[in-house]
């Protein structure tokens, strides 16, 4: 079983929607959980930084850990063109730095 | 200020070459992550920098090597390139002091092509 696993993309949208994305984790113990954003040919970028469990919202995205599910979710409301990129669950899931990446989720916002 | 710097931006290599790739983090930033992101295993994480000593390693061979310098500018090589490693490699800084999790912030990769 992998560390992190992401729901498959592509995922097109509507100009507006809610966006859902999300990841499950296999270890009780992971404590941080961050989501990227990366556009094409650029290096990730960090969205949304949680520890432990709880919800945490920045603007027009939302951040929810379920410990009990190990279930985490990234919500992006009224969604727009701009968020059109790959997005990716982050855990860290040893000493230091060390980060474990879902596979990413490729987001299409259309007009 | 400056963000994650990496050198050079692209890359063409042949089998069997080696390359040293470079990474300049965020001014007052100490650790140093290396990762590897292709469009089948996505991003890995590959080994971590912080004072100088490596504090982490992921399950790459050990053709894969990193070092930091006291400045804090990171070099990995790669020996004996293989196929496989065609890539984008990306560098990470983060400020200590802020305990386990700290905040990564990625340059814009060094892409490299093996042929």
């Known amino acids: 079983q992998k560390e992190v696993e992401q729901d498959p993309g592509p995922l097109s949208v509507p100009e507006g929607a809610i966006v859902s994305l999300n990841c499950t984790y296999s270890n009780s113990a992971f404590q941080y959980f961050m989501w990227y954003r990366q556009y094409s040919r650029k290096g990730p970028e960090l969205l949304m930084y949680t520890y432990s469990s709880g919800n945490k919202e920045d603007g027009r995205f939302t951040a929810q850990v379920d410990k009990s599910s190990k279930y985490i979710s990234l919500f992006i409301r009224d969604s727009q063109p701009s968020d059109s990129a790959t997005y990716l669950c982050?855990?860290?899931?040893?000493?230091?730095?060390?980060?474990?990446f879902g596979t990413g989720t490729q987001l299409k916002v259309e007009l | 200020k400056a963000g994650v710097t990496q050198t050079p931006r692209y890359l063409i290599k042949t089998r069997g070459q080696q390359v040293t790739l470079s990474c300049s983090p965020i001014s007052g930033h100490r650790s140093v992550s290396w990762y590897q992101q292709t469009p089948g295993q996505g991003l890995q994480f590959l080994f971590e920098y912080f004072s100088e000593t490596q504090r982490n390693k992921g399950n790459f061979p050990g053709r894969f090597s990193g070092r930091q310098f006291s400045n804090s500018r990171s070099e990995m090589n790669v020996s004996t390139l293989e196929l496989g490693d065609s890539a984008l490699y990306l560098c990470a800084s983060s400020r200590p002091g802020q305990g386990a999790g700290e905040t990564q912030y990625f340059g814009p990769g060094t892409r490299l092509l093996v042929l």
């Open positions: 982050a855990v860290l899931t040893g000493g230091g730095n060390k980060l474990t």
